[in-house]
């Protein structure tokens, strides 16, 4: 292949979010061959070479048929996590075991109690691959280096490195046998396992590992305007990678896409792949590019992160507007039971969980009340449980259908015959009319349906409370609003520009990005523009926002102890502005299950699907460029080819003619020397910032070189431990610097630091100055330091900052001492700061003749950290006395008693809504009587007339004479009498 070629194809399939048509390719290849180019592949040859690339190394695509008969197609999952075995920037970072945690942090899913308790122990990775081709396998007999016989039944990783859980085997002078703890399960001790390990067969003698797929599901636009073109798709993360690399577009991999097939039905094709008609029995066999030996893998799905409406559609849910409106517990009950006393409280706790077997049960007795053809009991049932699954549907209305016509054409036949036959059709066909997350095996979707914090959290609680406030608002107010947002200081707040004027203008159309803003900063800009009970709201959200975006979480029990409290709060807010939103709004109800989620598969931040969101763009790209006819196919073909490209590029090998082989040093050098082009792959490699470092200010234009200036003449001057410095030094200002969690604190960042006056002592301060030499390690940082007052704000309920007894105090820091930056608020509130600058606004980056106010803070050393801000949530907590950052508890009597006042207040809202609607329709059943009647007596009148004036001599004859000029008279007295009904109706 020659390199214009490779160029070519890199151009073709590099960008996923800047795809080339076929008429763009042709005219770049005619401007290249009329430039003069040599070697300028044809676009025939150029197609021709991918479709034989797509042969020897690309991604298979699969056509499937779903069992209520829609055809789609499907990449290959099974080569898709293979290549992440194959190559070695990912291959590394593999995890494969529970980790038991020693400190207690929880950052990953392996933390989670689905790793360590939710799986069987045959579906975890059986074997440890101790190098020299010595395989261990769980429940076989296994030898130690200390000399005792063990029986491991699951591996586990233990200070970084793999151990065993495992039984002992004792021996004496006849027999030897196992010492099962009273601490396994039942079902662990109930057989002696099977030696050897089947599961050693079927690898052929190679590694064998169990990876792990979060599955997305969303229903999604084909098209890039606003005309829909609804596409089902679903989406895949391989879960035994970090969750740092999940959050990389390049890690989210595309599986299926249709038009018409379900969520369900796509799944049952992926089901097929992955279940043991395939890689369970048949592992899939790759390369290892750690070992560089060959290795095998099964799949199976770890979590189903999707958005409300699709969790309770995979969940065999009713919907979040049914009587029993949460996918995970029973909760809820008619209207009239959610209003009473007992039926309101139950909504701020979880009901009984739902379980997998408790679902199958339900949809199976829907099944057989199906094959007797009455509609009307299996929509009871559906009804009472909450459980109505949109897959076996089809097959529910399709066995009522069956039944009646089998009625119909046998009349003699009884009810219990018929049933009895479609019933024996159910049970000879359970994959087929059974939704296939449910039978899955690995997957338990009551329990792996996590709360997703993007749908749940931003667009659903922020939203409603935003809604709330914004409307309340007078223009006036909305102004200051905006001139306040305008003003917040967003050092440590790692989100986008403010646009404050494009917030308060679409306030009705914000998204996710612009509402975790609002999140962040709006209690501290509303405090006088709306109620009480809203801005205690605001209070509460913000704190629970906040914990629900832990990264990391050191200890568990005291994270959920305090998520816990804060969800309260949270719902004791909602409940007390607005009852009826805890009937019904679902997702206020949700967040009870959150800290049971956390427990399972560890911090939610890693469920949460903006990732997958953001793939839409990838897709709707693809979908752009396809004719239609086939979309399925044209979509999932350019998709995996893009997908072997980046493979390809990043290092990746791929089996040719038996071995195993990756791109050249030219190729791969392309990659790794183009910044951009890496950017465009969606692929960042691991190149994480050094702690410490800093980086210089720019050269200042028309210099040759940087200004320099003496410690002397900074603010170093006055610091308390200047001492220990040459003041005479000089030294170049720095543009910022990289704290220990890789932060970049600039001038004006709000840092958290280890004191350079005593060792164990950290300071929370500003930095004012950075300052360093050019061949230096590190730099010194000049810090402003600030102390956090003993008590909350009274307003915020935040810790408060300021200077010992009002006196500034400086200390010069290095720059390997600083821990992390975290986001902190002037109080303007105690200030009284107001609007009183006036600046020109900027337009085409000039300024204009227009101007604004804007904030002018009053010079008042009091700050509050804002513990609301989602960077570094769980640094700050941890450095603060916990006094300061705990939610605060209400009691359980005070949160009752709150519940019953606001369930006797929604009830009687509820009766004066029925009365004034019943007094609105009697009364226009009223004003209808009343009409009727006025219209039935007009009608007497006017006949009353009309015989008069037949009976009138004057009208030239009897009723019964037809002479002309008889007929005449009669019309005319026929248009008296309209003429004499409109005069009535006018009157």
């Known amino acids: 292949m020659s390199v214009q070629t490779f160029l070519c194809d890199v151009l073709d399939k590099v960008s996923p979010r800047t795809p080339i048509s076929d008429s763009l390719m042709r005219l770049f290849l ?37 069992p209520l008969g829609n055809v789609f197609w499907m990449v290959d999952i099974r080569a898709v996590l293979a290549k992440d075995y194959s190559n070695k920037d990912t291959r590394a970072h593999l995890h494969f075991y529970p980790e038991i945690l020693e400190d207690g942090c929880m950052s990953e899913v392996w933390h989670g109690s689905k790793w360590h308790s939710g799986y069987d122990l045959s579906q975890l990775s059986p074997m440890f691959d101790a190098g020299g081709g010595y395989h261990y396998y769980v429940n076989e007999v296994t030898l130690c280096t200390s ?84 596409h089902l798709n679903a989406y895949v993360t391989h879960a035994n990678l970090p969750r740092r690399f999940l959050q990389q577009e390049s890690h989210c991999h595309f599986v299926s896409t249709s038009p018409h097939a379900s969520a369900a039905e796509q799944f049952f094709a992926f089901k097929q792949i992955v279940e043991c008609v395939s890689t369970h029995t048949q592992p899939v066999r790759t390369h290892d590019a750690l070992t560089n030996e060959p290795a095998r893998f099964r799949i199976f799905v770890n979590a189903e992160p999707s958005d409300n409406p699709m969790q309770s559609e995979i969940s065999g849910h009713i919907g979040g507007n049914g009587n029993l409106g949460c996918r995970k517990c029973d909760a809820g009950g008619t209207t009239d039971m959610k209003t009473t006393d007992e039926g309101f409280h139950a909504l701020f706790s979880p009901g009984t969980l739902r379980t997998k077997a408790g679902i199958l049960e339900e949809v199976q007795k829907q099944l057989h009340v199906a094959c007797t053809g009455v509609e009307k009991h299996v929509t009871t049932l559906q009804r009472q449980t909450g459980v109505k699954d949109a897959y076996t549907q089809h097959w529910i209305d399709d066995l009522i259908t069956r039944a009646r016509t089998l009625k119909q054409a046998s009349p003699e036949r009884t009810e219990a015959d018929i049933q009895a036959e479609l019933v024996a059709w159910v049970d000879a066909n359970p994959d087929k009319v059974y939704n296939p997350f449910f039978t899955v095996p690995g997957l ?14 931003l667009l659903g609680v922020v939203k409603y409370v935003w809604h709330w406030s914004h409307t309340s608002w007078s223009a006036a107010q909305k102004t200051t609003y905006s001139v306040r947002l305008q003003a917040t200081d967003t050092k440590g707040l790692t989100i986008h520009a403010i646009r404050a004027n494009y917030i308060m203008q679409y306030a009705n159309s914000l998204i996710g990005r612009q509402l975790k803003t609002v999140a962040q900063s709006t209690v501290f800009h509303v405090y006088d523009i709306l109620s009480q009970p809203l801005l205690d709201l605001w209070v509460a959200i913000g704190e629970m926002t906040a914990l629900i975006w832990f990264p990391v979480i050191d200890d568990k029990e005291t994270y959920k102890a305090d998520l816990r409290i804060a969800i309260a709060n949270v719902l004791d807010a909602f409940s007390a502005v607005d009852p009826s939103k805890v009937l019904d709004k679902l997702k206020l109800h949700l967040l009870v299950h959150a800290p049971d989620d956390v427990d399972r598969f560890g911090p939610l931040i890693a469920m949460c699907t903006e990732l997958f969101e953001a793939f839409n763009g990838v897709f709707r790209y693809a979908s752009i460029h396809s004719n239609h006819q086939a979309p399925s196919r044209d979509i999932a073909r350019e998709l995996a080819d893009q997908e072997a490209l980046r493979h390809r590029l990043t290092g990746g090998m791929w089996a040719d003619c038996g071995e195993w082989r990756r791109a050249g040093s030219r190729v791969l050098d392309f990659l790794n020397d183009n910044p951009n082009m890496r950017r465009l792959v969606g692929w960042s490699p691991e190149e994480p910032p050094i702690p410490g470092s800093y980086k210089l200010v720019a050269v200042p234009e028309k210099a040759t070189e940087r200004p320099t200036i003496s410690l002397r003449e900074t603010d170093a001057l006055t610091a308390l431990n200047n001492a220990a410095y040459n003041l005479n030094d000089t030294f170049t200002l720095c543009k910022h610097v990289i704290s220990q969690a890789e932060d970049i604190c600039v001038p004006g960042s709000w840092v958290c630091a280890q004191s350079p006056l005593q060792p164990r002592m950290i300071v929370l301060g500003r930095i004012t100055q950075i300052l360093a030499r050019p061949n230096d390690a590190t730099a010194l940082v000049i810090l402003d330091v600030f102390e956090a007052a003993a008590t909350r704000h009274p307003v915020f309920n935040m810790p408060i900052l300021a200077r010992r007894q009002g006196e500034a ?67 700050i907590r941890a450095v603060l006395p916990r006094e300061l950052t705990a939610p605060i508890r209400r009691t359980e009597e005070v949160r009752r008693q709150q519940h019953d006042e606001n369930a006797k207040a929604l009830r009687a809202a509820r009766a004066k809504k029925k009365a004034a609607k019943d007094a609105k329709k009697a009364k226009k059943k009223t004003k209808k009587k009343a009409k009727a009647k006025a219209k039935g007596a007009e009608n007497e009148e006017v006949a009353v007339d009309d015989a008069r004036e037949v009976d009138n001599p004057n009208t030239g004859g009897s009723t019964g004479d037809h002479h002309p000029s008889a007929v005449a008279q009669e019309g005319s007295q026929v248009d008296v009498s309209q003429e004499r009904r409109k005069r009535r109706r006018v009157e």
């Open 30 to 66: 005619w401007v290249l061959r009329e430039a003069g180019v040599k070697d300028a592949p044809t676009f025939g040859y150029l197609r021709s070479l991918q479709a034989n690339i797509r042969q020897l190394c690309g991604i298979p695509t699969i056509p499937f048929r779903s």
């Open 147 to 230: 000399g005792d016989f063990i029986v491991p039944f699951r591996w586990v990783v233990f200070r970084g490195k793999v151990h065993a859980d495992a039984h002992p085997v004792v021996f004496n002078d006849q027999v030897c046998f196992l010492r099962l703890s009273l601490s396994y399960s039942a079902s662990e001790n109930a057989t002696v396992p099977t030696m050897p390990n089947p599961l050693r067969e079927i690898s052929g003698g190679e590694p064998l590992y169990s990876s792990f797929v979060n599955h997305f599901a969303d229903d999604v636009s084909g098209n890039r305007s606003k005309s829909w073109n609804k």
């Open 444 to 457: 338990d979707p009551t329990l792996d349906t996590p709360i997703e914090i993007l749908h749940t959290i």
């Open 809 to 875: 105090s400086c200390l010069i820091i290095k720059s390997s001492d600083i821990r992390f930056s975290f986001n902190v608020q002037h109080d303007c509130q105690a200030a009284t700061c107001t609007a009183t600058g006036i600046r020109n606004i900027a337009q085409e980056r000039q300024n204009s003749d227009r101007t604004e106010t804007y904030i002018e803070h009053k010079d008042i050393a009091r700050y509050i950290i804002n513990l609301h801000s989602l960077h570094n949530p769980h640094l």
